[in-house]
């Protein structure tokens, strides 16, 4: 299958500063990446659709001045965490869409442990 | 309402045993359909994707899931389960309409092995 990376695997920081995660499709080009939070023992919830060369699209209730997007080249993502707090702290996963083949599957990164002190 | 179900949050089989992970959908339309596994800490892992075709599909680790029409289930089976099997399952449908690909997860099935 496709391999999509994530860097940081985990990062701790001081409240009120930002944190920036890159996600990264290694072997195939796409031109949309998504975004997602997850808490312990729960399912993923989506934060937000990335875009190659457009703005991201924000699930209802997520900030977007808070959680900033950049999807500059069809390999590359960021996720930057703005002012980060400590009900910041979560595992965030990315996801990277390949439509080649005529298919639709989303491969995922294998995500970042978030901690705000 | 449209969804993903996944009726059995946590289940518990012995090594060697078989297994079956249920799935339900809940849409109009035949959606595509997945299986991952998340393993801890970890992010997750394609098992298997169902679009058109033969119903019975072939996934890695040894897992194959059968889509039934009827009953708008797509349930993941493994003959013989590995004591490695032990993670989490999703269940995911991205609806046909959905131009966006946004996954639609379930809540997620709990698997432990005992030994």
């Not at chain 1, 993502?77 to 979560?90: Q, R, W």
């Not at chain 2, 970890?42 to 072939?58: A, H, I, N, P, R």
């Amino acid at each position: 299958g496709a391999v999509v990376s994530q860097h940081p695997s985990w990062v701790i920081c001081k409240s009120g500063t930002s944190v920036k995660i890159e996600c990264r499709s290694l072997d195939f080009q796409a031109t949309t990446m998504f975004w997602y939070r997850q808490f312990p023992k729960q399912s993923l919830m989506l934060m937000a659709t990335s875009n190659e060369g457009s703005k991201a699209t924000y699930e209802q209730g997520v900030e977007k001045d808070k959680f900033l997007i950049n999807h500059a080249s069809l390999t590359l993502s960021t996720l930057t965490v703005t002012s980060a707090h400590p009900e910041d702290s979560s595992f965030y996963i990315c996801s990277a869409r390949d439509l080649s083949g005529g298919g639709d599957t989303q491969y995922f990164g294998p995500g970042t442990r978030l901690t705000v002190l | 309402a449209q969804s993903v179900t996944q009726p059995d949050i946590h289940i518990t089989v012995s090594e060697g045993a078989s297994l079956e992970l249920r799935c339900n959908y809940s849409y109009g339309a035949t959606p595509y359909l997945f299986w991952y596994v998340q393993s801890p800490g970890q992010g997750l892992q394609l098992l298997l994707k169902y679009f058109s075709g033969d119903t019975l599909v072939q996934g890695i680790k040894g897992f194959e899931a059968e889509f039934k029409r009827s009953q708008s289930s797509f349930n993941l089976r493994k003959p013989s389960v590995h004591w490695s099997d032990a993670a989490e399952y999703f269940c995911a449908v991205v609806p046909i309409y959905n131009q966006g690909g946004k996954l639609i997860f379930g809540q997620g099935t709990e698997l432990s092995v005992k030994p």
